[in-house]
Each structure stands twice: as C-alpha cells, then as structure tokens.
C-alpha cells in the first residue's frame, strides 16, 4: 500500500471546516427565526410566569433581550458562543456549556459502544448471509433486518426493560448508577450501559446486515471471485480475501454518514433508559421549552453529523484511490 | 414475487379497512373507562388486556391505528407535495435555481429529523398540525432529490427537445411533460413516506412531544405504558408497537413490489 494521501486528506478537512461556517450559522439563524414565529413567550421558561404580574414579565423579557428583533439575539447569541458562553439553561439553572461538559461524555461512551457493537455484528451477520443468498439463514436474517427496522426504538427499548430486568432480573432498567449510590464507578456504570447499548446496536443494526449482505453478496458474482473459484482457491480465502475486501469497503466507509440515525435512535434509548446524556437532555429541553439549551443542543447535533459526512468522505478517498480527495 | 406482493396488498387492506371501518362498523367509546376491570391481562373479552384504567387495548389500539394511519398519510402528502414543488423548481429551471435548491437541500439533511421535529414541536406546542408540519419539513428532501434527479434525465429526451423546438414555454414545457412523467415516482416515495410519518409522529408522542396523551396514538398509548411495564403489565406496550410494525412491514412489501414493476432492471431488495 503506498502512503496515504495525508496533504490532499488534511486539504480537505480544511475545506469541510470552512465550509461547515456558514451551514452553521444558517441553521442557528433558522432556529432563532423558528422561536422568534413561536407563539412561546420566553418569559415563561422556567420562572414563576403564570403568576407574575405584567410588569414583572416585562422586565423579565427586557433582562432576556426577548423584547429586541430576533436577527440582533441571533448575532449577540453567536458572539457569545464563539467567546464560549452558550447562555443558561432555564430548567436546569446551569450555564449550558456546562450540561453539555458534564453529559456529552456519557452520550459519546453509549453511542460508541453501541455503534461498534452494530458494525461487528452487522458484517458477521451480513457476510454470513451473503453466503448462501435464499438460503435458510439468509432468509431469516432479511426477515429479522426488515422487523427491526420498522420497529420503533422505544418500544424495543421497552420490551428489552421488561424481559432483562424485570422477567430475568439480570440487568438494571435505567439511570447510570443503582439507587442510592452516589459513587459514578465503572463497576457500577457497565451493568447500567449493557442494555441500553444493545439496545442502540440492534436499531442500527438492520441497515448494516442488509447493506453488508448486499454489497458482498455481489461481490460474490462478480468476475475476481469467480477468476478466484476458478483457480481451485478455498472457499474461505475466497469470501475473506475477494468477496469481502471488495464488498465491505463502500459499505464501511458510509458509516460515518450514520451519525443522524445514531442521534434519532440515542434520543429515544437515551430517553427510555434514563441515560443522563445529551439526547436526554435534549428531549427535556424541548418538554418545557428550554431555549438556550435546545439550541446549543440543535447546533451541537449539526456538527456531528457534519463531522460523520466528512469521516464518511475521507474512508472513502483511502478505500477506493480513484475518488480524489481534491474534488469534495 | 407474487406471493409478497399479494401478501403486502393484502396486509395493507386489512389495515387500511381496520383503521376506516372499525370504528364506524362498531362504534364503541375508545375512552371508556372502567376502574374495575383495570389491567387485566389479555382475555377472551378484552384481546388485548386492559390499560391502567380498564380501557379495552383493542379498541384503543385501533383507534391509535386510525389516528396515527391519517396524521402519516396527510404528512406523507404534506413532505410529497413539498418535496416536488422543490424537486420541480431545481430540475426544470436549473442554473442557480438548482445549486440554491440543493444546498438547501444539504443543509436540511444535516439536521437529524427527529430532532429537527422535535424542536418545531416543542416551539409550537404539541398537537396534530405541528406533527403534520415536522414531517414536512423534515421528509420532503429525499423526494425533491428524486423529483430533481428525474426532471434532469428527462430534460435530454427527444420528445422534450421536440416540444421545446415546438415553441412550447417553459411552464408548459414543465406541467405537460415533465411532471406527468415524475409523478410515478414522486407517488411511489409519498406510498414509502406513510410508515416512516407514522414512526415519526409515534415517537414524538411517546417524547410526550407529539398528540396529546389521553388521545388514543400508538405512540401515546407506549408513552403511558411505561408506567406500567415496571410494575410487570407488558400487554400496554407489546401491542401498540407491533400495531406500528405491520403496517409499516406491509407498505415496505406493497413499494418494493410497485418499483420492481416502475425499474424492473434494478435488482437491489433495498428501500430508497
């Protein structure tokens, strides 16, 4: 393998960055707008509104900045930001910044575990599907790929509570600690991260078996692999050495492209598990309408999945020499 | 081939006509509530159990069926008809038309949906037309891109050069030739929208972010499940969700059908 293509690699993270300013701008500019048409009154948010009287309101939009147009919020908002001040959640009487420090960490742990879970049992499931296409195995894994997909997150979430910790009383139902114990150990957060990452891993799961199955599945047809048959070559050098080096590149390299169904299928799971990580936090943000929190959150959600696409355009340029890193 | 087909068809029936029909043909009060009979578990007088405050989960799961059928269809329509207007306008006029389009395009789907929905509901308080109104603006990209992609291809056909040399303008050129020959596929996507509208108005509401929560929803009805799924009552969760699965299983195989027969050269089995 000759050296990897580190200048024209590095030339285009660059562009991705420059190019991520202004999608980012744009979508917090769209936000704002959003809640500057809601019929919400930010006065309300977390204080004692409903029994305040109207000067009092007044006041409190005024300390806000509520009462002034949302385009001159929006600019003072992204200033602050850039100088690292994300304003305060109202709900959970904190500076946002530090919600995020203290839960996106939890958040990063469950989605990286889950998603590594997927992509390893995905391909075996994938690859041994691919196998023998028709066959028995193949077809029960399509069928099961296919129910688990249309199943929503939350009730196997749900389910998954009630059979492993209630019916089995083997694992805990939710939270990152046990009861009554304040101490965050690692003893005592892996029981509580087993099901909720399983669980994560088995609604991404679908898409990589089906792809998998897929790509390598005609990989299979294809001319090396038969050249390779030909050539009296196993069976198992075959589907490990041809089959599968062709098949699974592309597919690998699109899962950073998987970022926006990993944060759709964490809000949920994170939601049903009482997992205190962003997605979570997200959700109780936008319950009871927590502006500031709910926005940094939106923006944050954004740069991830920009960040995927541009993980999915670098794997991609390594796996495959004729796609130029130049052109993207 | 056949058989799926068939089978799909018949699925999709059975639950179109459950969620139209039933509730006329027997109209029972899906509210009703009857403390004596509470969390019963499923038996020959209620199919399904009880909820926890004795309402029959049949009845409710059917009704959560009709509801959440008419929220998914009206916002696969809402997105369709979105997503084409859009599609339309990038592919028929191209130029900057089309760049501006499609980075607007880029930068929706840069969003998670679900999130993206979840902040236009949480702006605009929960209820049906938000919900309509966040799978709209979340959905409709993948439609336009259809739409956009196939108005292009169809803009270097002879008969289009044909009507253009015709002295046809640009408006007709687009309505009388252009259109009529997406619509297939724009109809196609609208039919594959309905289970991932209904998944997406389901999980809403059980964020407690979607229809409001005495409304019988498939998703509400597994929001207030959750309570009781602790106490060891699984009836109240398994089966709203499963009334989610069959018809979203049913319109995958009734679509997948549809395009073998619109592109009968593509082999793949995979969804759009």
New interface residues.
Partial sequence: MSALPWGAMARMTGRRLLAAVP?LA??TFA?FA??A????DPAYAGSSGPVAGRDVLDQVRRNLGADRPFAVRWWEWVTHALAGDLGDSATLRQPVSQVIGERIGWSVLLCGVAFVLAVVAGTVLGVLAARRRGGLFDKAVTALS??LE??????IG??A??LFA?RLDVLP?GGLTDTGSDAVTAGQVLPHLVLPACVLAVTQLPWFV??VR?GVGDALAEDPVRGARARGLGERTVLLGHALRSGLLPVLTLIGSR???L??GA??VE?VFSWPGIASA??E???S?DFPL?AA??VL??AA??LG?LLSDLLYGLADPRVAHEGM | MGDRLRLSAALVAVVVLTALVAPVAWPLDEQAVDLAAKLRPPSWAHPFGTDEVGRDLLLRCVHGLRVSLLVGVVAALAATVVGTAVGTLAGALGGWADRVVMRLVDLFSSVPHLLLGIFVVAMFRPGVWPVVASVAVTHWLSTARIVRAELLSLRTRPYVDAAISGGASRWRVTVRHLLPAVLPRAGLAAVLMVPHAIWHESALSFLGLGLPAHTASLGSMAQAARGTLLAGQWWPTLFPGLFIIVPTLAVAGLAGAWRERLDPRRRSELAL
């Fill in positions: 999608v744009v979508v936000v959003v809640a048409a809601s019929p919400f296919y129910m249309a199943a929503p997150p939350f009730w749900l389910l509570v009630w209630l139902a089906l792809y897929q970022v926006p169904e944060i759709t809000l949920l939601t997200t959700v943000a936008a319950t309408v709910l959150l939106t959600a954004t999945v920009l696409n």
